[in-house]
């Protein structure tokens, strides 16, 4: 099985920007559908993006809407979440994560085969 791997977190300050990617090693993604989930302490892991490839159509939480920007790439095998205009309650570990064919982009126990994740921390 694909093992996804993320990267790019960090700290950074807010208003800042940051790309964090999502790459297959060991293979390809085998699903069409991926999405980026982030869990803060405390907290539940919630949905944060969808991309479905190839149509390209996106589905954003509201809290990042207009600020973050999924795309993949299925040449290079990565999917990435650009993510500007930074704050402090965008700080959580961010997984991304293949969806099951036909379920919900909103909920967890749609998705399979998450990665280890990547710590974004935003600081005053």
């Known amino acids: 099985q694909v093992h996804l791997v993320e990267s790019g977190g960090g700290l950074v300050q807010a208003g800042d920007s940051l790309r964090l990617s999502c790459a297959a090693s060991?293979?390809?993604?085998?699903?069409?559908?991926m999405g980026w989930f982030r869990q803060a302490p405390g907290k539940e892991r919630e949905f944060v993006a969808g991309?479905?490839?190839?149509?390209?159509?996106?589905y954003y939480a509201d809290s990042v809407k207009g600020r973050f920007t999924i795309s993949r790439d299925n040449a290079e095998n990565t999917m990435y979440l650009r993510m500007n205009s930074l704050k402090l309650e965008d700080t959580a570990v961010y997984y991304c994560?293949?969806?099951?064919?036909?379920?919900?982009?909103?909920?967890?126990?749609?998705?399979?085969?998450w990665g280890q994740g990547t710590q974004v921390t935003v600081s005053s």
């Open positions: 060991g293979g390809t993604f085998s699903s069409t559908a």
């Open positions: 994560a293949e969806k099951k064919y036909g379920s919900s982009w909103y909920v967890e126990d749609s998705y399979y085969n």
């Open positions: 991309n479905i490839w190839p149509a390209g159509n996106t």
